[in-house]
């Protein structure tokens, strides 16, 4: 059974800085792909980060030049470093695997911003 726990979120003000993690367990020789999502209260889901086995990562136009995303493979862990943080960052943010061709997804951790 593959589970995925999320750590890192937290308050922090406009301009701070915050790193999310996620770490898959279970049986699992390798993973596809991970990324973190993000929900806003009255907004759907979205992908924030994406990074796939090879390495090739892909965001979302509005944390481009902020986020950046990287995968340990070998540990099963995805990290989200985010850098100076807008108000409009706040949500909860799931982290996301794709293993075996099947995708898991963490409880999500809140990251709130202040202005």
């Known amino acids: 059974q593959v589970q995925l726990v999320e750590s890192g979120g937290g308050l922090v003000q406009a301009g701070g800085s915050l790193t999310l993690s996620c770490t898959a367990s279970?049986?699992?020789?390798?993973?596809?792909?991970m990324g973190w999502y993000r929900q806003a209260p009255g907004q759907q889901r979205e992908l924030v980060a994406g990074?796939?086995?090879?390495?090739?990562?892909n965001y979302v136009d509005s944390v481009k030049g902020r986020f950046t995303i990287s995968m340990d493979n070998t540990k099963k862990t995805v990290s989200l470093q985010m850098n100076s943080l807008l108000p409009e960052d706040t949500a909860v943010y799931y982290c996301?695997?794709?293993?075996?061709?099947?995708?898991?997804w963490g409880k999500g951790t809140l990251v709130t911003v202040s202005s």
């Open positions: 996301k695997a794709k293993i075996y061709g099947e995708d898991y």
């Open positions: 279970g049986s699992i020789f390798s993973v596809n792909s």
């Open positions: 990074i796939g086995s090879s390495g090739v990562t």
